[in-house]
């Protein structure tokens, strides 16, 4: 173990270090060395080194101490860049505006949250109409010093007297989940530890709710590895309001499948608890139990199994006594909305109530005794209202060409809210009234930032084999195609999840510095329903590389920019997508920043929620799925010898959704690699995670050190 001393000579040798960057940050970079050891492994009959292993050990001495080296050199470097500060002044700025969440109602209460500015965390207000003040109900803000406790989860009960609340810390995944009583503003003594990836769902008489939760780790658990180690055995219980976690019934188990993950969801009519339980990818399994005949207050009445098989998603919108409602990609890869009666459940009586269409479904919601079903047209949103028989009522009008980031309501409401943005349009809140059909601006936002001199087109491009993607391009009014003007090219391409316009301060930068935004809709999302995220899962990943190399193709023979003014980007599945593409187009990019992403492919799925992600990317463990991870893995594909573009990694020593190991192990291995001059560097956050619940100074500081990295590595320092 080093000692302090030891660690303090280090620290001031690389103080000194980074001193000289500052001075000259366009030298050859001398990197900290970081150990090899012999770690080999077989792979059905192909032996795999691994000699950064220890790196995935994120709290032993000798990685803290590694991590500490990194930032050191990384932090000079980046302190040292004519733009970051004015970079950094200017997203301060920016940032400076009241930001909302969506609304909720129960029992004539209104929650919703508000950042007004530059808070670290949104506050939770509470209103008892739309024109009473509203008063603050949970700051999180003064939970702790460095801003890193977010409020992950809440859920009022529906009189609207108690919340159930979560709160996570440090970035982590891990929630812990209180009640609050409302009017007096007060917790009660509940304290509900290791839920995990859950909702908190009240029943109809206000006396508890259902969520779901891992086993509590042994005493024998290593330090730290609540972080790293698999995600497994997710259970859900039922917890009474006012009493101890211990007195939680457990309703749902499923000892022999430890890798399977569950919900549980009350229905507004509140008679029935649906259970949906996933492996991996959007299949799921239905089950439920009727609440009616549960006997109370166990509510752990007898589980039925309603849908069996990993098939298809089918997710549960509402109810009519016992027909209930599910939008689903059963036989319908762009999504339909069906009912099936439980007193006669078999296939052949279901019914389809809103087809298919060639518009992908990403959403649907009962709210006012109609279906709110939200299209994507090409990657951008559609509202559509259908009666309970299905029969089309109107087509909400939005503002524009944009995205419906969500929509807020239940089945006997007669007004909803639904959040609206682009790439030029800041997010605002509306109410829309289902019995007038009028919607108006709830909350809106103002930020220092004039749109009108930009603009945003939408093309459509063919890539390697031939296939139309579409991608939205963003920039100033009148931009010369001559091939000199920096742009930043960024994607996800997985999941199912797809890539629409919102507006973003940080673009806002980027844009007011002279940049291009370019943002394709890859193969692997969820634009164009199931068939096209399927093509870019498992043996078809390459596709997605394919999509985004042809992207920057694309831009670069139309005219926008030119290899050595292309920055690239992305984060999680979308950093996995610039490592692969670093590794067989480095001849393309000029900057590139990979953020918290999945870099080991042959590994990713021992840690934390990473089986989960197999229904996309496959398994090592599978020797066909092996052949086609061990071919792109950004880990294994790096090439020693080969000229890479300049490179910032970044990640959080508390993410425990993409474990630091992953980045870790791939900024060393790039390091070891590069033979040009271009910088590769990584950023480690400490007390951060994957993203969600980042404090605001965390983000600001980031994205300042981001951008001036791009903007140095690309020749942008001269403003002028």
């Not at 001199?453 to 031939?466: A, L, P």
């Not at 009148?478 to 003007?485: C, I, P, Y």
């Not at 899962?537 to 920019?561: C, M, P, S, W």
């Amino acid at each position: 173990m080093a000692t302090r001393k030891l660690t303090a000579i280090l620290s001031l040798a690389l103080l000194a270090a980074a001193a000289c960057l500052a001075a000259a940050p366009e030298r050859k970079m001398q990197y900290p060395v970081t150990e090899k050891t012999e770690q080999v492994d077989d792979y059905h009959g192909v032996k795999v080194a691994d000699p950064y292993r220890w790196l995935e050990d994120t709290d032993s001495p000798r990685t803290r101490q590694w991590i500490e080296r990194q930032n050191e050199i990384t932090f000079g470097y980046l302190k040292s860049l004519p733009r970051r500060e004015p970079i950094r002044a200017r997203l301060t700025e920016l940032w400076n505006y009241p930001r909302y969440g969506l609304p909720r109602q129960e029992g004539g209460r209104y929650f919703y949250s508000r950042n007004s500015g530059l808070q670290n965390q949104p506050v939770l207000y509470v209103q008892p109409s739309l024109k009473a003040e509203p008063r603050e109900l949970i700051d999180p803000n003064a939970l702790s010093k460095d801003g890193t406790v977010a409020l992950s989860e809440i859920s009022p009960s529906e009189d609207g007297k108690m919340l159930a609340y979560g709160l996570s810390s440090g970035g982590s995944d891990w929630v812990e989940l209180r009640v609050r009583d409302v009017a007096g503003g007060k917790d009660l003594e509940d304290v509900i530890k290791w839920a995990k990836f859950t909702d908190a769902s009240w029943t109809k008489d206000n006396k508890g709710f259902f969520y779901s939760r891992y086993p509590e780790p042994t005493a024998k658990t290593e330090e730290g590895a609540g972080l790293r180690s698999a995600n497994e055995f997710h259970k859900v219980y039922y917890h009474a309001a006012g009493t101890s976690q211990a007195s939680d019934k457990l309703v749902y188990e499923r000892a022999d499948q430890p890798k399977w993950h569950m919900g549980a969801g009350v229905t507004d009519d509140g008679r029935y608890a649906v259970i949906t339980l996933t492996e991996t990818g959007p299949r799921n399994r239905v089950y439920y139990i009727d609440l009616e005949d549960a006997q109370k207050p166990q509510v752990t009445g007898a589980v039925v199994k309603l849908i069996d098989t990993f098939e298809a998603s089918y997710d549960p919108v509402g109810n009519d006594g016992t027909v209930m409602y599910f939008f689903t990609d059963r036989d319908a890869p762009r999504g339909r909305v069906i009912a099936i009666d439980l007193k006669n459940p078999a296939r052949e009586t279901w019914k389809t109530l809103v087809p298919e269409t060639e518009d992908a479904i990403e959403d649907v919601r009962m709210v006012g005794d109609q279906f709110v079903v939200r299209y994507l047209h090409n990657a951008a949103s559609r509202v559509v209202f259908y009666d309970t028989g299905g029969k089309q009522v109107k087509e909400l009008e939005l503002p524009g060409l944009g995205t419906v980031s969500g929509i807020s309501g239940d089945r006997d409401d007669t007004e909803l809210f639904y959040g609206f943005t682009s790439f030029l349009i800041p997010p605002s809140i509306y109410r829309y009234d289902v019995k007038t059909g009028k919607s108006e601006v709830f909350r809106s936002s103002e930020v220092k930032f004039d749109p009108s001199g930009y603009e945003t087109k939408q093309v459509w491009y063919s890539s390697k084999d031939g296939t139309k993607v579409p991608m939205f391009i963003t920039h100033r009014k009148g931009l010369k195609l001559d091939g000199s003007n920096p742009t930043y090219l960024t994607g996800y391409g997985g999941f199912r999840i797809p890539m629409t316009p919102a507006f973003s301060v940080s673009s806002v930068v980027w844009l007011e510095s002279g940049g291009v935004l370019a943002i394709p809709n890859l193969r692997g999302g969820g634009e164009f329903g199931e068939a096209w995220h399927l093509a870019g899962t498992k043996e078809h990943k390459q596709n997605v590389f394919d999509d985004f190399i042809a992207a920057a193709e694309y831009l670069v023979r139309e005219g926008y920019t030119s290899p050595k003014k292309l920055a690239v980007g992305g984060g999680s599945n979308g950093g996995l997508l610039i490592g692969a593409v670093l590794n067989q187009r480095p001849d393309l990019f000029g900057a590139a920043l990979p953020a918290v992403g999945v870099m080991d492919m042959l590994r990713f799925h021992k840690f934390t929620i990473g089986s989960a992600w197999t229904f996309d990317y496959g398994s090592s463990d599978d020797p066909q799925q092996f052949k086609s991870l061990y071919a792109y893995s950004p880990l294994h594909n790096v090439k020693p010898g080969t000229k890479y573009p300049a490179t910032l990694v970044t990640t959080g020593d508390h993410d425990d959704r993409v474990v630091p190991g992953h980045s870790f192990k791939y900024a060393a291995a790039l390091q070891a690699a590069q033979a040009g001059d271009a910088p590769v560097l990584i950023r480690i956050e400490t007390r951060a995670g994957h993203g969600a619940g980042k404090p605001t100074s965390m983000l600001i500081e980031e994205q300042a050190d981001r951008w001036a990295f791009i903007m140095h590595n690309l020749g942008m320092d001269d403003p002028h």
